[in-house]
Each structure stands twice: as structure tokens, then as C-alpha cells.
């Protein structure tokens, strides 16, 4: 056996080749043999299926149809999201010039912790984040793996410029990320404010800004994970400016409405926040991952300035060199800039946005479809496309019981959120293509697998 041939280099196209026939085959295959939006079994049967095609995984002589046989096990025991039925979370089938585009990025392996590894990328993201951070009010933004690292960077980046004794006083809506920050910088215990309705309590968050010492961090969210619900943003925002308190607003779900005409409005007051989290991985089809964090004073960033002399020499960046250490907490990273820039440059303002209006209009479909069904009851209106419904008179163990059933048989992905002290099945439609029939075919599914 030869020397493995690279992906990149004079001859990398021509290696591909093959490769990338071999792959969309195996996908093809590993799909039409799950036929549904998960593999049926449940954990033991996948681990096994797995295990039974991976063999021994490192052999003493390698096989030269691991890539035919492994792609096509993952394809088969993957959750798709590009089924209409597999709606559990906030995971977005990704278009396919997306793919394509990070297959790419994924070739040419650009690191962007130095310009030297990456000169263009380096230009495209500094072009593109600066494009997306115009969309808040904001004046640049960091690339992050997602919400998660958003929001992390948010608390850091705020416990920086106001010290240790920082407060981050977030709603009981917020995403689990936030707490977990402050535990995790060292940050005093976070101060949850009541979220009866499902979004923060501005009068609630007055009182806590008024009695709990500052400074603080105020956490607002723009899209919840369990219902998609967006806080009271210029109410807040107000709160904030007169308690003189930082405003940080987690819009990594309800972000995506600011490519829509429609609905963008439903963000008014995000241009008052100082820093806000996006996930492109969401209402933007990108593959994950694809976060990004703005933010609206440079002066933040100082946080992050941190020397290397192999990739940040004093002489170098005095040169001309741009300095990448100061653009995120890793070090080597993707450009995971060149798929977002791709379809923003392909689809538009126009594009995207009707992505985001179709399934916003999906969700307000299936509103109707629950509502109007004596056997199911529909817990609101949906804000952005998630719809949160039950079986009519099913006990909350019956409600788990069904959606395991649906898992385990591998008929239909749903999500599980609990409001109003009760545990409600969770339908999150992020798939555009999705059609009426679709939706009656999950409600009949659900209705049919319900224990009585």
C-alpha cells in the first residue's frame, strides 16, 4: 500500500474524486436502508449495528472500504434532519451549497490562529463578522462553535471589563449555558428573575437590579429552547440602561428572524444589547457548527489579548500581520466562515429570508392543526417554530411514554419541554420543505402511540 494521497495540493481534486462518489453513494444507501427520521432499536441495537460494521477499528492492516462501509452505518443510524418527521430539537437540516461549501473549507484546512495559516479566511471572516454584526447594532463579532460558547464568552468578556464581583441576573427562561458560565468563571451565584409567562419578568428583573448589588450582567433570551419565546427585549433594555446594568441577549434560536422583513421586528431593543449570540446553525442551515457573538464595544475584546510569539510576534502584528489570538478563546479553528458566507452571498437577504417565513408559517400550520384536534391540546401560539402540544387527558408519563416509543421505533424525532407543570411534547420545524401532510402524518402518528 502507497503513501495515502492528500486532499488538497495539485493532485488533491483528482483523489477526491472517487472519494466523494463513494460517500454520496454510501449516504444514499445508509438512508434508504434507516427509512425514517431515526434508526429503529433504540441505543442497544444502533451500538450494535455500529459495532458489527466498525469491526476492529484500528487492524493491523487497514481496509480500504472503511469509508463505504462506516459513512453508510452513520447514514443509516443517524437522526436526520431533513425528514419532516425529526423536529425534536433546534437542529436544522443544512443546505446543501452549505455542505458544499465547508467540504471545501475542510480541504483547503485553513487554521485561523495565525494569518500565516490562513490569509484569506482571515479576510472572509473579518468581512462577514463584521457584515452579521451590523444586523444587531453591533460593531464586529467572534466566531464561536454556537450558543453555548456565545454565552460563555459573554460573562467573560463582561466579568473582564467589570471584575469578579460581577452579578449575572438572567430569567428562569434562560438558556442552562448562562448559570453554567458564572459557575464556571468564578462569578457570585447567579440571580434568577421569575419568568411566569415564559419570558422575564421586567418588573421582576427592576426589583432584582434595585436590591441585589451591582455590577451587573443582565441575561435576556430571544428565542427560548422549550417554547421559542422571545423576552420583552425594549423593556429590558430600558430596566438596563437605568440601573446602568450590561445587557447581554442570547438570540442564538430567534436570530435568524433578521433576515425576515415579516418578523425582524419581533427583535426590536436587540441593538441595545452589548454583546448578542447568533447560531447560524439554526435559522440559517448551516452545518454545525456556526455561532457567532457581537459585539458592540471593540474595547471588549482586550479580554482576549493574549501573545504567542510563534503566531502573534510583537513584530509581526507591528508589520502589518493581523493578530487572530484576540478573535476567540481557540486556537486552531475552522473557517467556518467561508459555508455562512457562501450562502449569504447565494440565497440574500431575500432567500433567507423566506426560509425563516416558511417555517415560521409551518409552525402557525401545525398550531391550527393541534388546536383544532379534540385529542390533542395546543399549549400557545407559536412565537417563532416551535409548537408545544399533548395528547388531550395523557398523564405526563404517558406523554413521555409516547415520544420513547416514537424514538425507539424510529418513526418520529420529538423534543420534550415542561410549562405549566406539565410535560408537553415538543414539535421545533426547522425543515422548510416540510408539507401539510407531514404534519397531519406526525399528529396521527402521536395520536396512534399514545397509551390510554
Known amino acids: 500500500m502507497g503513501m495515502p494521497p492528500l486532499a488538497s495540493g495539485p493532485h488533491g481534486t483528482d483523489a477526491l474524486r ?254 441595545a444589547a452589548d454583546t448578542v449570540a447568533l447560531d447560524l446553525h439554526k435559522l440559517g442551515w448551516q452545518p454545525i457548527p456556526a455561532g457567532l457573538l457581537t459585539v458592540t464595544d471593540q474595547d471588549d475584546l482586550a479580554a482576549l489579548h493574549h501573545r504567542a510569539p510563534y503566531l502573534n510576534a510583537d513584530d509581526d502584528t507591528d508589520a502589518g500581520l493581523p493578530d487572530l489570538l484576540h478573535r476567540s478563546p481557540r486556537t486552531s479553528r475552522r473557517p467556518d466562515i467561508l459555508k455562512a458566507a457562501v450562502t449569504l452571498k447565494t440565497l440574500g437577504r431575500t432567500g433567507l429570508g423566506a426560509l425563516v417565513d416558511q417555517v415560521c408559517t409551518l409552525a402557525q400550520d401545525f398550531a391550527r392543526l393541534v388546536d383544532t384536534h379534540p385529542g390533542f391540546h395546543l399549549h400557545a401560539p407559536p412565537t417563532i417554530s416551535t409548537v408545544l402540544f399533548r395528547p388531550a387527558d395523557a398523564t405526563d408519563d404517558a406523554v413521555a411514554a409516547v415520544r420513547r416509543t416514537l424514538l425507539t421505533t424510529g418513526r418520529a424525532v420529538l423534543g420534550r419541554a415542561r410549562a405549566d407543570g406539565r410535560l408537553w411534547l415538543k414539535a421545533t420545524l426547522l425543515n422548510p420543505h416540510t408539507r401539510p401532510d407531514d404534519l397531519t402524518a406526525l399528529l396521527t402518528l402521536v395520536e396512534g402511540h399514545t397509551p390510554r
Open 18 to 271: 472517487p472519494l466523494i462518489d463513494t460517500v454520496l453513494d454510501a449516504l444514499r444507501t445508509g438512508t434508504t436502508a434507516r427509512g425514517g427520521p431515526l434508526p429503529a432499536g433504540g441505543p442497544d441495537a444502533v451500538a450494535a449495528r455500529i459495532a458489527d460494521a466498525a469491526g476492529d477499528i484500528l487492524p493491523d492492516r487497514g481496509d480500504p472500504d472503511a469509508l463505504r462501509v462506516l459513512v453508510t452505518a452513520l447514514a443509516e443510524g443517524a437522526a436526520d434532519p431533513a425528514h419532516p418527521l425529526c423536529t425534536a430539537h433546534l437542529h436544522a437540516p443544512p443546505l446543501a451549497v452549505a455542505a458544499a461549501a465547508d467540504l471545501a473549507a475542510s480541504i483547503l484546512n485553513p487554521s485561523l490562529d495565525s494569518w500565516d495559516q490562513a490569509p484569506a479566511a482571515t479576510a472572509l471572516e473579518t468581512l462577514v463578522t463584521r457584515a452579521l454584526a451590523r444586523e444587531t447594532g453591533a460593531t464586529d463579532a467572534l466566531v464561536t462553535t454556537g450558543g453555548t460558547e456565545s454565552n460563555q464568552l459573554a460573562v467573560l468578556l463582561a466579568r473582564e471589563r467589570h471584575g469578579a464581583g460581577l452579578r449575572l441576573v438572567h430569567g428562569e427562561n434562560a438558556h442552562h449555558s448562562l448559570p453554567r458560565a458564572a459557575r464556571l468563571l468564578g462569578l457570585p451565584d447567579p440571580v434568577a428573575v421569575p419568568a411566569p409567562a415564559g419570558t422575564l419578568d421586567p418588573a421582576a428583573l427592576d426589583e432584582a437590579l434595585t436590591r441585589i448589588p451591582g455590577p451587573h450582567l443582565v441575561a435576556a433570551t430571544a428565542g427560548t429552547t422549550d417554547a421559542g419565546l422571545i423576552d420583552p427585549l425594549p423593556d429590558i433594555a430600558d430596566r438596563c440602561a437605568a440601573h446602568a446594568a450590561r445587557l447581554h441577549i442570547d438570540a442564538s434560536y430567534g436570530g435568524g428572524l433578521l433576515f425576515s422583513d415579516r418578523h425582524r421586528a419581533r427583535l426590536t431593543g436587540l441593538e
